[in-house]
């Protein structure tokens, strides 16, 4: 037996769900599901509640506690009656209990005897051209990988799903951008085993298109539909790209990883260690090292369901970039850490301080616009040297305003929204941020737990699964 | 009368020869000529000595003191002996006194009577398709200007060559790298006169083609054979752009002043006031407000004709300048200074210092080359983090040789010519120099009154012309 398929062999029975946990959660979920019959029944309602997800698909790995139960409503209700019912339904199930949560339409989360439930309610059709919403779709998932998958093809699927996870690939999430559980299956489904896959991912091209069903003749049919780094196109409905949500971040990763994994298959690519933080005097001994400059904002994170937090948070760390970047900073690196109660925005700067001189081209020489030029900038204040003439334009160094980030940091997030924030993240900061610059985040660091594993990982920068590759 | 022609016929007062003026220089250049003749003739060299160049011309700017005796010989002379025979006549005249200096041939320079006379020995030559070296054509030039200007235009001439002398940009030597007299000349006859010059060069696009006597039938042919900012065909011979020397830089600066003084006409453009230089405390000041890094690199001057050094120092400091560069500074200007003794290569730098970390791109992602480059990097000492995927992408962060500019240079001018400066000043470096850093550039600037004018024009950044306008 190979190095490989011993791996793998010894991963499978880790992540393979053990006879009696399956038995407890399809017991559990058969429950439930009799109980969201028996309230829509007193409430006169016509539903039919379907567990979906990888626990219907048997696809989920050991451990897992999620549950998706659908309620699936005739098209004879609108869109608004299946959300108001729905909520109304799954509440007298769990007994009131659960937090209500917002995608296209409203649902309730709430654990039941330690599993995780999410009830969710959607319309019945029969193929994807008919859905009214994007959940509609995932009973059809549901059937399709029951239809295409036998015993074995489950046990591939996980070792692509735990693969993915210790990989930090796994989840279709914003914040993650990964691979999320149907795209596995249909990985697996594609190229027959987990093996399959990775080998045929590292041999994938740019815009890679898979398209299981042959929806598209041609592939570039295909890229010019959908246009992502991975294109997958969803058995069930060729208009979607099952791949959407992977980056190309991602994607590399998970090829990079894939790479080293058939070269040199290990166990610590499913289950990487955990990753022991940097104390502080490390931390300071590897900044100074680097010799660049770090600063945290800090503020009161956002009440907002995970994808919406997570399209502000990226869209305000881009905004405060570009304008560190406008007053004339140097970003090496940007990162974003987000806990319910606190999110921290994290620059790596060159330096701290620039110069105050800032290059300002003009016209050329001998234009309409050179005398207005010249008598704006000749003798001014704000004018360091010249105007001058250089090779076929006229130029003049300009007095800056901020020569410290942090100053214009403060500056500028007086005025979150006018500098580009999303309104929820500027709303947040106009309540009060902190700002943490150089030796100040040593401190910020050492109180803030939570806080020093993502940092490590941020500040040392390498994938897990290579930082665990130290003493091979 | 206009404002113009006023400053025009004030200006033209100051820079005609005087009557006595003219004749003293024509009858101490007719005994000088007669010399030539009366020892070539006891040497039974048949050779016909001329003046040529501005005196000849009588284009020259009350003041000059410099006169071209060409030395014609027939060309049944070898290209040595007229080398030998000029240098040996021309000593015979002169007492034995003066200077060789070298171009094509070897010539002297030599005062006489308060006048510096160059005697260049030449070949006879009927049209330019004939000449064997660049000075043959000279006569051909003066005979072409003698015929084609009339008192009037001699006069235009003077006010064109003493703008460009106010302006800066008269000298086609490679350190001006600006307008030759001969060039003046051919520009005023031409457009006709000194206002119609400037008013054509504001309005001159992109590789301008002047071709007074039409060689080219078609200016793009001119454009393909010189392909230069400025191109203006030599009437005596179509292989020859006369502003072959004239820079971007100083073709700009021309149209700019051009444009200025059109517009506001005074005499400041032709007679700028001397500039005083800044103070010591001026200086500091300055530069704290710049915030910027200074650094001079002082050594003895090679002793090569003006051309060569020029050629040599130019290299040099672009060689310099790319050592920085890729060592991760950045450098905002450039600039050298150049006495008989000591030459200063002067840097300004956005900052001394720079962070260690230096981000090194790696193999795609899953690329052949990707484990290479992990085993090579993971885990090495010169490495500050990662290696890491970027979206398609390894990259890692290593760690810099050089964090300060200067410690940087002290290393590299220890090897000179293995950085690529010229082989003089290679040489020169070699025998020692000296490093002034920030604050050590006010001591070294405090001691060299000669450098102190010229730092201060490099560093206030303006052209002359405007630098006056300042009270207007």
Redo the contacts between chains.
Sequence with gaps: MSRLDDVCRQVLAKVTPTREERDRVLRLAGEVIARVSEEAGKLGVKVKPMLVGSMAKDTWISGDQDVDVFMVFPQTYSFEEIGKLGLEIARRVTGGRGEEQYAEHPYLRAEVDGYMFDFVPCFEIEEAAQLRSSVDRTPLHTRYVLSRMDERLRGETRLLKAFMKGVGVYGAELKTGGFSGYLCELLTIKYGSFESVLTA???WGSQEVIDIERHYDDPEKARRMFNSPLIVVDPVDPRRNVAAAVT??RL??F??A???FL?EPSESFFFPPKLSPLTVDELAA?MR????SMIFIEFGTPKLPPDNLWGQLTRSLQSIQKTLEGGGFRV?SRDVWSSGEKTVFIFEL??R?????K?HLGP???SPH??RF?EKH??APST???????????VV?V?RKY?EADTLLRDALKNPSGIGLGSYVAEKVSEGFSLYVDEEILSYYSRNREFQEHFTLT?????RW?TQ??EE
Excluded at 289 to 292: F, I, S
Aim: aromatic content about 4%; glycine content about 8%; hydrophobic content about 35%.
């Design positions: 991912a590292v041999s190309l971040q590399s990763e090829r990079a894939a790479m080293f070269e590897k090292e680097r010799g660049t090496i060159e330096s301080r620039i110069p105050a001189a290059r050329p020489p001998a050179q005398r010249i000749l003798n360091l040297s010249g105007p001058r003439v250089e090779g076929d334009r006229w160094e007095k020569t500040i040392t920068g390498k994938p290579l590759r130290k």
